[in-house]
């Protein structure tokens, strides 16, 4: 078991990395609270399965994954019976951001939005996070012939979805 | 990043690549201390509800004597 002092340290370090793949899975800073502490809250929970401590970003990085596809498939189940609308504004660019780009980022959410939730992250952590296959492979917990059938796929609804526009 | 120039939905990527949180050091410790808070809540929870317990069988202890 670590220790409360432990965790401390831990969470100082790594939540901004957590909290920057959650914000861009997610799409939205309202829920982002919410997944971070449920993330360390797991780790802390399984800390003894970690079998090195030079692991834990990716270790964390997976935790965050499998946590925000729960979450948007929550919230694509309350959308089904109309229960949550989608975000209308644009927070969720940085402050450097023109009210042009906000618009585009709000815009393209709205197309991610659209696909099913595994092809929504892995297209995220493929293009938005830069990870490698490999990555997204062990952090999605399929193998990478999973990952490129999803990325075609998502690849392929988003070229539909912009043409449509 | 592996192939990742050239492909359709680049412009959109990189947009989405800008989003950052906004996680400061005031959100930080609030976050940290909700996460000690939900740790130690089902030890506080179970004391409170081992001395309702406790206080409930002495009560009716007392009652059936």
Known sequence: ?165 | MEDFEGEPDVRVARLLARIRPRWDAVRTERNLNAILDRLRGPKRWRRAWNAMLAATRMRYRTSAR
């Open chain 1, 1 to 165: 078991m670590v220790s409360a002092e432990e965790i401390g340290d831990l969470f100082r370090r790594y939540s901004p990395y957590v909290a920057t793949i959650g914000i861009r899975l997610l799409g939205r800073d309202d829920e982002l609270d919410d997944l971070v502490q449920e993330v360390f809250i797991e780790a802390y929970r399984g800390f003894h399965q970690l079998r090195s401590p030079d692991a834990v970003k990716s270790w964390l990085a997976r935790i965050t994954v499998r946590r925000a596809i729960r979450r948007l498939r929550r919230r694509r189940l309350r959308s089904f019976f109309s229960l949550e609308a989608l975000p209308s504004d644009a927070k969720l660019a940085d402050g450097g951001a023109t009210p042009e780009e906000k618009a585009e980022i709000v815009s393209s959410y709205r197309m991610i939005e659209r696909l099913p939730v595994r092809q929504r992250v892995v297209w995220v952590l493929k293009h938005v996070e830069g990870e490698t296959l490999d990555a997204i492979a062990e952090m999605c917990r399929c193998s990478k012939t999973t990952v490129q059938r999803r990325l075609r796929a998502a690849e392929r609804a988003l070229e539909v979805e912009k043409e449509r526009h």
